[in-house]
């Protein structure tokens, strides 16, 4: 699909979005979001399928930069980039080696709690070691350190797929098992109670900036998948609904984990903020949502901003990296 | 730092407090999204119950448009009646009578696909908390429909030759002891979607005389029936009933995007069936209506259906071999017509969680629950065999069976 816009001497974007993947709907939706708005600011736009055409469609399309809207494995666990990297063009997001980090969450959580970022206490399991070890010793040698409720979730996957919220011991070998439907490799964290932020970062050249946090409170008390995607399941308050002084820690956390997982351009940090005011870093994306519903563009508006402005910027930002 | 302004909440559904109560029974499932995935080449479909219309000589079609244009180009573009065009309605007489069905054409409804005709008469007769019996498993496309208007989906047992009379006399006697009305029995008799069995000849009567017994309407749902492999089916239950409301479809034995379904029915129901298509859509398309009686009278159509039966015949044949090689210890249905298996998994293998994994492994298949309106149905999944090659049912059900004993290793693990 080709859309053009009308200005000159704006850069051509080429937008990658669809792919193989359970996510691959929310990736189609969040491309032609992209599309929409850097259209309107007059940005030459072609979205793509990554598929057997990737690298022809490049050379064809000679784009100034490409955008990867590819959510799930195939735009975030680096290979793509990688791939992209190789054609010399430049791509708005983190680079390849920094997206591995941040999309495997076991190793994002020990990246930057090695730099004073607090996260949930967890373990992280692949799934031979319950074939070779005794399963049911092992989760009792889990539990006996990390008590209920527990998060299970898949180490690399996204959306919410795969994660249970584990209350009980009898529960908890078949929330492992959904996990591993999604990753080998399966985190048990301590479930932390509190309010669930996201918050956006974006880099427009100057330095990575917090945008408002958004607050996520899903109608029926879980922000499943279709309380992500379906209008009306869940609540946001942008900004969220806390004090001046919790704001500027959860900004802080999220600028910080940003930085420190090397990312660049925009990413998107989750973290849950208890009822002490602490706050806990759950994960960091670095293909946020671009979604009518999605997080990002909630802030950037609430932030008082254009969203075809600030994806232009980015794009822009992207292309003098070059 | 951003300063923290004012929180603003927002829902994105500004109209949230202002829908029906039955705007909340639509939903969308992760599911759903899946299925975005199948259109990429490099899955085998085994998901969608898509008829090959490859198969269908586009110059039959395109004899047909022709046809039409010259005999009735302006009607056909025109509004037309609420009840359908009156020469096809001639013409379904015919298509009935090869199950049995003698009916007046004008007892006969065009609608635009045998779904519309299925939620008119669920909007009809459903009001919120009515029970629907249904064979367990159902299809997809009719539990949205009943969910849609609030209603109790009651499944009732289903065996290989179709649903049980003695489980429904229990169903009944059951939702009767519970204080709940029963409004129809709606039944796949056919090749059924998506358990691939036949409601054995025997049991026709028995079902009719417990329903009548009941007075419960039967609604016969009947898109497959002239899609049999080697014998034709037993006659439909409308033959033996004049009060049984039979719904009718050239999606399966023609093309689905002509859209274009009918249902027979008593003529008081007819009535309303009318008044309420055209409150809808005021009339179904009349191009479509014009493009399937110019087909009839002109194409050879019986033997278009035979092609079909064909095609399908040695799709089933693919898929049974190769659920037979590859997956031993899973029990499937065996179909004499019709598009589908159905396929019980191993103990404990939930089909819902396992499709993100078909899905990363290129197969995709609908999983059980889609079929039960009561949220079971996790040990099941549909295999639809009607699309893709011989050669691709045997890669998509191989790369299953990878995905399924991965899932029956994991279990055993947990098991231990």
Same mark, same amino acid.
């Given at each position: 699909m080709i859309s053009k816009g009308k200005a000159k001497n704006k850069l051509k974007i080429q937008i990658l979005a669809g792919g193989i993947s359970h996510e691959r709907d929310i990736s189609l939706k969040s491309g032609r979001r992209v599309a929409d708005a850097l259209l309107e600011v007059g940005a030459e736009v072609v979205i793509r399928e990554p598929d057997d055409k990737l690298l022809s469609n490049i050379k064809k399309d000679k784009p100034d930069v490409i955008w990867p809207c590819l959510h799930g494995a195939s735009g975030e666990d680096g290979a793509l980039r990688d791939i992209l990297s190789l054609t010399g063009v430049p791509f708005v997001g983190a680079t390849a080696s920094a997206a591995r980090l941040a999309w495997d969450k076991s190793i994002a959580k020990i990246i930057v709690a090695n730099n004073g970022i607090q996260t949930p206490a967890s373990i992280t399991l692949p799934k031979d070691t319950f074939r070779e070890l005794d399963a049911d010793g092992v989760l009792k040698a889990v539990t006996s350190v990390i008590n209920f409720p527990l998060v299970v979730k898949p180490a690399r996957s996204g959306s919410a797929l795969g994660i249970t919220v584990v209350n009980k011991a009898d529960e908890l070998s078949r929330a492992m098992i959904d996990a591993y439907v999604y990753c080998d490799v399966a985190i048990i964290e301590k479930f932390v109670k509190g309010t669930e932020l996201a918050i956006s970062v974006v880099d427009l050249g100057k330095g990575p900036l917090a945008l408002p946090a958004v607050e996520i409170e899903p109608v029926s008390g879980r922000y499943g998948y279709q309380e992500r995607y379906i209008a009306g399941e869940t609540n946001y308050f942008v900004p969220a609904r806390l004090t001046q002084a919790v704001a500027n820690r959860a900004a802080e956390v999220a600028v910080n984990a940003h930085e420190t997982l090397g990312l660049r351009h925009l990413s998107r940090i989750d973290v849950i903020v208890d009822s002490k005011g602490t706050v806990w870093f759950l994960e960091a994306n670095v293909v946020p949502g671009l979604t009518e519903t999605s997080l990002l563009p909630q802030a950037v508006l609430a932030e008082g901003s254009n969203l075809g402005e600030v994806y232009y910027s980015l794009a822009e930002a992207a292309y003098r990296q070059r | 730092m951003p300063e923290n302004k004012t929180p603003r909440s927002n829902n994105f559904d500004g109209w949230l407090d202002a =829908?029906?109560?039955? #705007?909340?029974t639509l939903s969308v499932s992760e599911v759903r999204a899946l299925f #975005? *995935? *199948?259109?990429?080449?490099?899955v085998v479909s085994l998901a969608g119950g898509m008829?090959? *219309?490859?198969?269908?000589?586009k110059e039959l079609l395109a004899q047909a448009y022709e046809g039409m244009m010259a005999k009735k180009g302006n009607l056909a573009i025109q509004y037309g009646g609420g009840q359908g065009d009156a020469d096809l309605r001639e013409q379904l007489r015919d298509i009935m009578a090869m199950e049995g069905i003698h009916a007046s054409p004008d007892d006969v409804v065009v609608t635009t696909g045998s779904q519309h005709a299925l939620d008119l008469v669920a909007g009809l007769f459903l009001d919120k908390g009515d029970v629907v019996l249904a064979e367990g498993p159902s299809y997809v496309g009719a539990i949205g429909i009943f969910r849609h208007y609030e209603a109790h989906i009651e499944h009732v047992y289903t065996d290989d030759n179709g649903i049980s009379p003695e489980a429904l006399q229990e169903a009944i006697d059951n939702m009767k002891a519970q204080g709940r009305r029963i409004k129809f029995l709606y039944l796949?008799?056919?090749? #059924?979607?998506?358990?691939?069995v036949t409601l054995a000849k025997d049991r026709r009567p028995k079902i009719i005389e417990i329903c009548q017994r009941e007075h419960i309407l039967i609604l016969e749902d009947n898109p497959y029936g002239l899609l049999y492999f080697d014998k034709p089916v037993p006659d439909a239950l409308r033959s033996m009933d004049d009060n049984v409301i039979y719904l009718g479809s050239f999606s399966k034995i023609l093309a689905p995007g002509f859209r274009v379904g009918y249902v027979l029915a008593p003529p008081a129901l007819r009535d309303k069936i009318v008044l309420a298509q055209e409150s809808a859509l005021l009339c179904p398309s009349m191009f479509s209506q014009m493009m399937i009686s110019e087909y009839l009278e002109v194409a050879d159509w019986r033997k278009q259906v035979d092609t079909f039966r064909g095609v399908y015949r040695e799709r089933k044949d693919a898929a049974l071999s190769a659920v037979r090689e590859y997956l031993p210890n899973v029990k499937t249905t065996t179909p004499d017509g019709g598009f589908y298996l159905w396929l019980t998994l191993p103990k404990g293998i939930d089909s819902k969680a396992m499709l993100p994994v078909a899905v990363k492994e290129l197969v995709a298949y609908t999983p059980g629950t889609a079929f039960f309106g009561d949220g079971t149905g996790h040990d099941y999944l549909r295999v639809c =065999?009607?699309?893709?090659t011989p050669e691709n049912i045997k890669v998509g059900i191989k790369r299953l069976a990878t995905v399924i004993n991965h899932q029956t290793e994991l279990l055993e693990t947990f098991s231990k």
């Open positions: - | =829908y029906a109560d039955r #705007a909340h #975005a *995935v *199948v259109s990429r080449p490099e008829p090959y *219309v490859q198969a269908l000589p796949v008799p056919n090749f #059924a979607n998506p358990s691939g =065999y009607s699309f893709p």
